[in-house]
């Protein structure tokens, strides 16, 4: 067959138009190995405990024990409380701006807010998946789930349907729960104490599964987790044991190995169940851990806490606005790798939040945080 030179040309023209579509529909829609940047701002709703909590306890019936609007909280970043249980931001706060979003606004107190668009931050200290924990002084994840729901509706009126319902298909859901369930089993006379070790996970992990599988039924596909941290090894943890020899409290660490493990087997069983489920799930035990045994590798100099009282600056008593007074505060919080009894500092944060955003899958897999907002779930 014979062509012109200006029908040739056109043919070309016309044939890497072609094929540069095919292309870009292949990636976006076809190979999930391929990743595609989203047509339009990802949203981040947020759940979970004190690990992720941005001041949604201020605005609820509790007590100090469960807040951190007091000072020093709050005193390398913000220069004021805000709520967040530690010197400055959060994992969540480092991810939104990786991800380009401003800080995610707490439920409360703002209920139908403006920024919602951009996500909502659920997560309060001191929660659990189970109802039971710390009931009557925090929002549990079943409460947050019912939040969530209101959102969802909020956002169908605001958007319609059709924008809403691709808003939340193309979301993160991003979840810490669990510590709190197992750290009470120790502070209080519980008496789930007489379930084994291997039930009691179940059941966090029951709730944990109908809370995913919820937000699975109302759009969300792509999901992210920090597992549990070491508990035993928390300064809060260590100061209840005041013989113990080891540099962690065993009893506890079973229970979070346990946990963890069972959160990687149901992560992986439901990428198998639910149709376009995609998940990222961060080995926050070893990262904490590797941190704890080695901190100079990592910039720190203490792995007692900065803030509190007592043995490891363990006892809850950061501020002197709970049951202790009296409490004692580092003069640099960077140099340690807790800031108070029972949580990090926002330099370890930050460091943890690097590892789920761009982490390799032996860390944080089988998808990154990066990988999860840049890819479209073509809904």
């Not at 002084?137 to 209101?150: A, E, G, N, R, W």
């Not at 590798?297 to 007692?304: P, Q």
Request: include cysteine.
């Amino acid at each position: 067959m014979y062509f012109s030179k200006a029908k040739l040309k056109l043919f070309i023209l016309f044939f890497v138009t072609y094929s540069s579509n095919l292309l870009i529909i292949s990636i976006n829609c076809q190979d999930d190995h391929i990743l595609s940047l989203p047509r339009r701002q990802v949203a981040l709703f947020i759940f979970g405990d004190s690990l992720f909590d941005a001041g949604i306890n201020n605005y609820i019936n509790t007590t100090t024990d469960y807040q951190a609007n007091f000072w020093p909280y709050g005193e390398s970043f913000f220069d004021y409380p805000t709520g967040r249980f530690s010197d400055g931001r959060l994992i969540p706060d480092f991810i939104a701006e990786y991800a380009e979003l401003p800080f995610i606004p707490t439920f409360l107190p703002y209920h139908n807010h403006d920024q919602f668009t951009y996500g909502v931050n659920f997560a309060s200290g001191g929660a659990g998946a189970l109802v039971e924990t710390h009931q009557g002084f925090v929002i549990d994840l079943k409460t947050q789930l019912s939040y969530f729901k209101f959102v969802e509706k909020q956002l169908k009126q605001k958007l319609g349907d059709e924008e809403a319902e691709t808003l939340l298909s193309e979301a993160v859901y991003l979840f810490s729960v669990g510590g709190n369930d197992y750290f009470n089993l120790f502070t209080s006379n519980s008496s789930d104490l007489h379930f084994s070790k291997k039930e009691f996970v179940g059941m966090v992990i029951g709730n944990l599964t109908n809370t995913i599988k919820e937000i699975y039924t109302r759009g969300g596909r792509k999901f992210a987790f920090a597992n549990v941290c070491p508990l035993g090894c928390l300064p809060a943890m260590k100061v209840l044991f005041p013989g113990s020899t080891s540099p962690c409290v065993e009893d506890a660490q079973e229970f979070v190995q346990l946990h963890n493990k069972a959160l990687s087997e149901l992560l992986q069983e439901l990428e198998g169940e639910l149709k376009g489920f995609k998940y990222a799930d961060h080995d926050f035990f070893t990262s904490i851990s590797q941190r704890f045994n080695n901190p100079s590798k990592y910039g720190f100099k203490e792995v007692t806490a900065c803030c509190g009282s007592g043995p490891y600056r363990g006892l809850s008593s950061c501020g002197g606005k709970r049951a202790i007074k009296e409490y004692e505060l580092c003069d640099n919080p960077n140099e340690y790798l807790f800031f108070d009894a029972a949580h990090s500092s926002e330099k370890a944060y930050k460091q943890i939040a690097e590892l789920m955003w761009n982490g390799t899958p032996d860390v944080t897999g089988p998808y990154n945080l990066k990988m999860l907002f840049e890819r479209s779930t073509c809904i």
